[in-house]
């Protein structure tokens, strides 16, 4: 069983003090910090780009997890990978997907394959021989603080399923409305990989949120 990952998405912290906030989430317990890329095409929102998370690498001492959700990952993902730690791209983003991810790879990142709410484990099956890390998203990508969708439990719970039986080992991470009332819900059907953003960046303490999500998750595995 893959240990449990607890990963605060920098798209819900304070911009002008990058460096504080991610200091303050490796201070309470961050295993890895989550970036979020967006493109105005792939989703209805723009976030921020290489240099934003290169700024980010500088202050980081733990690992960059950058998510991104944009159209031809194929072609941008070389901008992140000195950067990043995981790179996780969009299974509906138009591209050649297991060349994107050995490309991932050989740059010397792990790879991550992000299917949205709408879109069937199916679509993802033919890949899980080939990444790390597979992200299911419970919200529909673009926005942060939005809720949870509970219908994508079916979906991590047959992805958990696939993974056993073809003894695989690729992380299963959620994203999107994360709390400690859903993730338990997600850990129990085999999420391991936790990315939360307004949970904890607004939290009163980020110390008591991580603890809060790992102490409802460890009854839940
Ligand atoms: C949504 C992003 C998420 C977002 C999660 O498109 O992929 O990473 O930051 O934010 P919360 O935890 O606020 O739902
Ligand atoms: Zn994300």
Request: charged share 20%.
């Amino acid at each position: 069983m893959n240990p449990l990952i607890v990963a605060p998405s920098i798209l819900a912290s304070d911009f002008t003090r990058l460096g504080e906030e991610v200091r303050r989430a490796e201070q309470a317990g961050a295993d890895w910090l989550h970036m979020d890329i967006m493109d105005g095409h792939f989703v209805d929102n723009i976030s921020f780009g290489p240099a934003f998370v290169a700024a980010a690498r500088k202050c980081a001492t733990r690992p960059l997890d950058v998510h991104l959700m944009i159209s031809r990952p194929d072609h941008f993902f070389p901008r992140f990978a000195d950067s990043a730690h995981n790179i996780t791209v969009h299974v509906e983003a138009g591209h050649d997907i297991p060349a994107t991810l050995a490309g991932i790879r050989a740059a010397g990142c792990t790879a991550g394959l992000a299917i949205r709410p709408a879109t069937p484990l199916d679509r993802a099956l033919p890949f899980l021989p080939m990444i790390d890390l597979l992200l299911v998203m419970t919200v529909e990508p673009g926005f942060g603080g939005q809720e949870f969708m509970p219908g994508m439990i079916g979906k991590i719970a047959a992805a958990a399923r696939f993974r056993a039986d073809h003894s695989l080992s690729f992380r299963i991470q959620v994203d999107g409305g994360i709390t400690p009332e859903t993730a338990p819900l997600t850990v129990a059907s085999g999420a391991d990989t936790l990315v939360a953003g307004t949970s904890l960046f607004r939290a009163a303490r980020m110390d008591a949120a991580i603890a809060a999500l790992h102490a409802a998750c460890a009854t839940a595995r």
